[in-house]
């Protein structure tokens, strides 16, 4: 099950006051306690998970809270059909987005930083990757047409958990 956001071990007294969640929790949490129902089936192209630098190597460093295992859970209750970007978790190739790098003038130093990040996605073989962090989306989205991969399609993970709900 989830683990609460590191944060609450500095604010405890925010925590107990107010539910704060992070997306990851929330999604969780409605899973498991059948508020939200999904079907696997529903998602049958290959998909890859990209572990943003921002809620793995920097979140751990930050909070004590690397976030792997749960959004790797999540995506497993939308598909059967995802493979992981090798190598992955603490490991993972930075996508070259980070810091909103996109809204800078850099576009040479994005484009070298991105090179290894979509060969690791060529090499997948997914037509769908799940970025959960709006820099990396953009980034992933923006390279793809960059190396050779112009229908690469990119999502955030409360998307293709909305495209996994069943409704009624």
Sequence with gaps: MATRFGLERWHPDFFKKHKAYTVFDLLMEYIVSGRITLDRTRIAEKVAYHDPC?????SEEMFGQAYYHEPRWIL???????????????????????????????????????????????????SLIVAPCHSCHGQIMAMGKKYDLPDIRVKYLWEVVADALVIG
């Design 54 to 58: 921002n809620y793995g190597r920097k």
């Design 76 to 126: 497993n209750q939308c598909t059967s059909n995802w493979v992981e970007l090798e190598p992955c978790r603490n490991g993972q190739y930075c996508c070259g987005g980070g810091g909103g790098l996109m809204l800078t003038t850099y576009d040479q130093e994005r484009e070298y930083y991105s090179r290894r990040k979509m060969e690791q996605i060529k090499k997948s073989g997914a």
